[in-house]
């Protein structure tokens, strides 16, 4: 079945340091969408990506949907405290269903 | 508007017991979908309703079954609760059936 991963597993940056999470699908996807969930939380919908090459911003977040519809980044810039969590990234496949990749945990501190 | 509603909100239960557990869709959707996250992992999906029928499965047991309701409602029913069976479980509901309205989920300790 779909597998999607994601890397790191794990990162803590001082506030201001970038981030990036790197979500990798084993086929090909109609689409990618991104979910941050807050330590005991849900997952919050961040945004969808459809097209090949796709980037879409929204503040100082970056998303990336890459041309072979199998890979997506986010990139943070200037990271702030409020921006820990997990980030997951989910692909829609051709049997659509939604599967979640395993998780980015983003650790900020001062 | 009130978001995805679920309940309850924690639950605990024994091995080989049954349980269910509800949840109400945002105003306006008709899609709902049901997940599992065990800690530290990412959702698991566990199926997903549509005009009252289960119109998708993930890699789960036949213990896992579900119910939507006229008015868009759903319920989680899982039967002979084994101890792996502790996770969250997350609704979440949608109006395109991709983008996941999630709810605040019930937490479900099997001992």
């Known amino acids: 079945g779909q597998q999607v991963m994601q890397i790191p597993q794990y990162q803590h940056v001082q506030e201001g340091e970038d981030f990036t999470t790197y979500c990798n699908s084993s086929?090909?996807?109609?689409?990618i969408q991104w979910y941050k969930q807050r330590p005991g939380g849900h997952p919050v919908f961040l945004i969808q990506?459809?097209?090949?090459?796709e980037v879409k911003k929204q503040k100082r977040l970056t998303f990336q949907f890459g041309e072979a519809k199998k890979n997506s980044s986010l990139h943070i810039t200037a990271t702030q405290t409020t921006d820990v969590g997990t980030y997951f990234c989910?692909?829609?496949?051709?049997?659509?269903?939604?599967?979640f990749g395993t998780g980015t945990r983003l650790q900020v501190t001062l | 508007d009130a978001g995805v509603t679920q309940s309850p909100t924690h639950l605990i239960k024994t091995r080989g017991q049954q349980v269910t557990l509800r949840c109400s869709p945002k105003?306006?959707?008709?899609?709902v979908s049901w997940y599992q996250q065990a800690l530290g992992q990412g959702p698991q999906f566990i199926f997903q309703?549509?005009?009252?029928?289960?119109?998708q499965r993930g890699n789960f047991p036949d213990r896992f079954s579900g119910h939507q309701f006229p008015n868009y409602s759903s319920e989680l029913n899982v039967n002979a609760l084994l101890l792996g069976d502790s996770a969250l479980y997350l609704c979440?509901?949608?109006?395109?059936?991709?983008?996941?309205?999630f709810g605040p989920g019930t937490r479900l300790t099997v001992l």
């Open positions: 309703y549509y005009e009252e029928e289960e119109r």
């Open positions: 105003s306006g959707h008709d899609t």
């Open positions: 086929t090909t996807l109609s689409n």
């Open positions: 990506l459809v097209k090949s090459g």
């Open positions: 989910a692909g829609l496949g051709t049997a659509s269903k939604l599967t």
């Open positions: 979440a509901s949608s109006f395109d059936k991709m983008t996941q309205y």
